[in-house]
């Protein structure tokens, strides 16, 4: 036995037994709690049942929940932008990353790896991707995604970080034919897996894990496994392959680059690239780096030993729930709920199964068409006929339990349980029966909340990948190359295409166009609705701010239309003069005929105001010259003082300044002899109250008081 291939697999089993076969265990429970079709139900439970004749349904929640919060992933999808930070970063070179990377992820086909790594997470607690580079199909290498089973992959059992950089190694496990080993690791590790004589039968039953999913149903054998020997088996020898990356700390060497400051280890950059990176100033230098080493081995051979060309692990990992270690999905927490709903509908059916064929009393041999083994097996049927004989006592049937009063309480509650740890209904766009639309989409939104850390967990993931895709890109892309990327026209809603040339060589700058390997860039991650979604809503608004007077062209409206041919469309519109709409002119006639009546409105207040204050300022010199003609009388007659006090308290009259309303008593010397008022003693001109009335409205003087200079 080779001493590596010892060490790692004493690592294997270290990591197995520290919590990975715990968790393998839980991950197919939470599976079969999804997928039901019998799988709810465990095996020795399901044996209990089958026993004692009783019936094992199953009433599947779980799966239109777990479906539900991925049809948001499903109906999203996700940009990734690169921004400049520092260095020889610029904006263009930054928007060509942006759309390589984009080009990238359509190439592998991302936003399905997303569903399914999304989908392991919320199932199976944990979702892996490898990300590496391929060079099977382009000698230049290409960007690599794929997915692997999250039951495969043993995570570092000592560590509590969610980013893989924060791991001291992690092991993928797999099963691999002899064809399979050359595939990937050459014919010497063929060779190598050939002579140490490991290949074994299993799948890893025999070492207290799990049976891995595959097409192949469980304890189901062909005729040829059933025959077969230990030594020619199928065929097919596996092989247990212990793929473990780990962190190595050690001094390397080291290109340094002296204007941006980077440091990139030698044994990864192509010669030319370090040949043109010393011409322009960069050294070789020893320093401590991190490395991954990575090491492949069976049981007793290595297979492959180096170190890898990557600066972090190839696995990038996708945890639904996650804290400090500890992964949970959202099918955990629904397995008590579901357990408890399936028994209590299975024995409510039982009970109403008992209640139809409850039993039957007999006297013995009262029967004549049948007799008691019949009446058994045939006692619940419609439509039977007993016959017995006359005199005997009619056979009586047993009257069954009736159904326990919690049982009907405990499915309603299950149900409500299995809904408030996954989904509630509102997310699945259920709604009363009179409740509005907007109102079920309003409810819709609101529920996503219950999603939100999941998704956010998920948006850490697209992070993580895209800052190893950039620097993927910035290391293996360092050749020219042509991208064709179809984009829609944002102008015509047409698909173009676009050729970009990254690493082009100016010769007569002597530099290289589009340098993608130089600068150091920011990761943006956004979130969109996936295509059909998003033009739907965006045709939608479009034509509400129409509708309320927004001038938005038809070209743009036509263009978050669906219209196959919308491009076509869009081109014969160009150069066309549109029929002016009459609806349109009527309308501002009509804006412009409101505006006018406002403007004479407010002209009319302005009115109205400025003769109110005139009226205002003649009422108020009305009263001051009223006020002046009392104030003369009653210094020239003292004595009506106190009866004008009087009648004015009588009025209402308060008085303002703490004295009297009207002063009492003038000083002698400013006081006049009253005298005689004039009188008229002809009976038919009596001395009128009213002459002189108005008097004082044409004159100045105190006509309120007789002149005694005047005869």
């Not at 009297?660 to 003693?681: C, K, N």
Request: charged share 25%; proline share 5%.
């Amino acid at each position: 036995m080779d001493p590596k291939a010892q060490d790692n697999w004493a690592r294997y089993q270290y990591g197995k037994d520290r919590g990975h076969l715990r968790y393998m265990m839980q991950a197919a429970r939470c599976e079969g709690m999804y997928l039901g079709g019998g799988e709810q139900w465990l095996p020795e439970d399901r044996a209990i049942l089958d026993e004692q004749g009783r019936p094992a349904y199953e009433f599947n929640e779980v799966k239109p929940s777990v479906n539900s919060a991925i049809g948001y992933q499903i109906n999203n999808r996700m940009d990734i932008a690169y921004k400049p930070a520092s260095g020889d970063g610029d904006m263009q070179t930054a928007t060509i990353l942006s759309k390589v990377a984009m080009q990238v992820c359509r190439s592998n086909q991302f936003h399905w790896l997303e569903t399914q790594v999304f989908g392991d997470g919320l199932i199976e607690q944990r979702g892996y991707y490898d990300l590496r580079v391929s060079f099977d199909n382009n000698i230049k290498g290409e960007i690599s995604i794929g997915t692997l089973d999250p039951r495969d992959v043993v995570p570092d059992p000592d560590a509590k970080s969610y980013d893989p950089d924060g791991w001291g190694d992690v092991i993928v496990t797999r099963y691999l034919t002899l064809d399979e080993i050359e595939q990937r690791y050459g014919k010497k590790a063929r060779k190598a897996a050939e002579d140490s004589n490991d290949a074994g039968s299993d799948f890893g039953e025999e070492d207290a894990e799990t049976r891995r999913n595959s097409f192949g149903a469980d304890g189901l054998q062909g005729l040829a496994d059933a025959y077969r020997t230990e030594k020619d088996g199928d065929g097919l020898a596996r092989y247990r392959i212990i793929d473990r990356q780990r962190f190595v700390f050690e001094m390397t060497s080291c290109i340094v680059f002296p204007e941006s400051g980077d440091v990139q280890v030698e044994a990864n950059l192509a010669a030319d690239s370090i040949a043109d990176a010393l011409s322009k100033g960069a050294v070789r230098a020893k320093r401590m780096k991190r490395r991954v080493q990575w090491l492949v081995t069976t049981f007793t051979q290595v297979l492959f030993d180096d170190y890898s060309p990557y600066e972090h692990f190839t696995i990038v990992p996708y945890f639904a729930y996650f804290r400090r270690g500890k992964t949970r999905g959202m099918v955990d927490d629904a397995i008590g709920p579901q357990e408890a709903l399936n028994k209590a509908v299975s024995q409510y059916i039982h009970i109403v199964n008992t209640a139809a064929n409850s039993g039957w009393i007999v006297e013995e041999n009262s029967l004549t068409n049948m007799d008691t083994e019949d009446l058994e097996s045939d006692g619940a049927r419609t439509g039977l006929v007993l016959e017995f004989k006359n005199g005997s006592t009619p056979p009586k049937k047993i009257q069954p339990n009736p159904v326990p009063t919690g049982v009907d309480k405990l499915i309603d509650r299950a149900d409500k349980a299995l809904k408030d740890v996954t989904v509630p209904e509102a997310m699945r766009g259920m709604g009363g029966a009179n409740e509005a639309g907007v109102a079920i989409q309003s409810k819709q939104f609101a529920s996503q909340q219950q999603l939100a850390v999941p998704l956010d967990n998920l948006a850490y993931t697209r992070r993580l990948l895209a800052v190893r895709m950039l620097k993927l890109m910035q290391r293996y892309y360092d050749s020219y190359r042509v991208f064709r990327i179809t984009e829609t026209d944002p102008r015509t809603g047409k698909e173009v295409e676009q050729v970009m040339e990254i690493n082009k060589f100016d010769p007569s700058t002597g530099a290289y166009l589009y340098d993608v390997t130089v600068g150091a860039y920011d990761v943006v991650i956004t979130e969109q609705p996936m295509q059909i979604t998003f033009e739907n809503s965006q045709f939608t608004q479009a034509l509400e701010m129409r509708e309320k007077g927004i001038r938005i062209p038809d070209a743009t409206v036509l263009r978050y239309s669906n219209l196959a041919d919308k491009g076509e469309i869009i081109d014969s519109m160009q150069g066309e003069q549109p029929p002016a709409d009459p609806t349109l002119q009527a309308k501002a006639d009509l804006l412009a005929a409101q505006a006018r009546k406002a403007d004479a409105d407010i002209e009319n207040i302005q009115a109205d105001t400025e003769l109110t204050r005139s009226r205002t300022v003649n009422e108020r010199m009305t009263t001051m010259y009223s006020s002046s003609q009392a104030a003369q009388v009653l210094m020239q007659i003292p004595g009506t003082a106190q009866m004008s006090d009087y009648m004015l308290g009588s009025a209402g009259f308060e008085d303002q300044n703490a004295g009297p309303i009207v002063p009492q008593g003038l000083a002698p010397e400013a006081s006049i002899p009253p005298v005689d008022m004039p009188t008229s003693t002809d009976p038919l001109t009596p001395a009128s109250p009213a002459q002189g009335l108005n008097a004082g409205l044409e004159t100045q003087r105190a006509d309120g008081v007789r002149d005694l200079n005047q005869p």
